[in-house]
């Protein structure tokens, strides 16, 4: 099974301020690697795949990089609304080996 | 519009079944292949189960293997998970979730499964 690790747990930023998330696999998956968002009381939602590409409706301020096992994921100018948990998740050689999340990052409000 | 209800959750004796469903519509639901991801409150998240757009192949977490069933009816547009022998552990939120090349492209609000005595 892979094991995706996510660092770090918790980042506190500043309303306007960018915001760099780490991803890493413990064998590379090139760039088969998704991040998705989550607030309070709501279901993931998508934000990029194969890990450079936003999904439908997301805003440039979101991007990511990465390939083999290091990934990141920027968000260059905090707004309120992404105040949030983010969650990276590999897919490959998907199947048979498992879907693995990694346990997240909270972006909290400086 | 992509939507994703899931329902049928509630809460049950260890040891005890759950079928949970989830209804799908705005898309062309067997195109798709569906999973069943789970989120244990305030935890993060845990990918159960896949099927193919077909119904011909599934695939299990090893936490839930020979335990929960995940079928579909293209017909009706739904989804569904049979979960039996439950386990204190498998309590948590679950979420339906619509595959795009292996990644989630869009997933249901969740149901809550509370296994408790």
């Known amino acids: 099974e892979i094991v995706m690790t996510q660092s770090p747990a918790t980042l506190s930023v500043s309303p306007g301020e960018r915001a760099t998330l780490s991803c890493r696999a413990s064998q590379s998956i090139s760039t088969s690697l998704a991040w998705y968002q989550q607030k309070p009381g709501q279901a993931p939602r998508l934000l990029i795949y194969?890990?450079?590409t936003r999904a439908t409706g997301i805003p440039a301020r979101f991007s990511g990089r990465g390939s083999g096992t290091e990934f990141t994921l920027s968000i260059s100018s905090l707004q309120s609304e992404d105040f949030a948990v983010y969650y990276c998740q590999q897919y490959s050689d998907w199947p048979p080996t498992t879907l693995t999340f990694g346990g997240g990052t909270k972006v909290e409000i400086k | 519009e992509v939507q994703l209800v899931a329902s049928g959750g509630g809460v049950v004796q260890p040891g005890g079944s759950l079928r949970l469903s989830c209804a799908a519509s705005?898309?062309?639901?067997?195109?798709?292949?569906m999973h069943w991801v789970r989120q244990a409150p305030g935890k993060g998240l845990e990918w159960v189960s896949l099927?193919?757009?077909?119904?011909?192949?599934?695939f299990y977490a090893d936490s839930v293997k020979g335990r929960f069933s995940i079928s579909r009816d293209n017909k009706k547009g739904s989804l569904y998970l049979q979960m039996n022998s439950l386990r204190i552990e498998d309590t948590a939120f679950y979420y339906c979730?619509?595959?795009?090349?292996?990644?989630?492209?869009?997933w249901g609000q969740g149901t809550l499964v509370t296994v408790s005595s």
């Open positions: 194969g890990a450079s």
């Open positions: 099927i193919t757009r077909d119904g011909g192949s599934t």
């Open positions: 979730a619509k595959e795009s090349l292996q990644y989630f492209e869009q």
């Open positions: 705005g898309f062309t639901f067997d195109d798709y292949a």
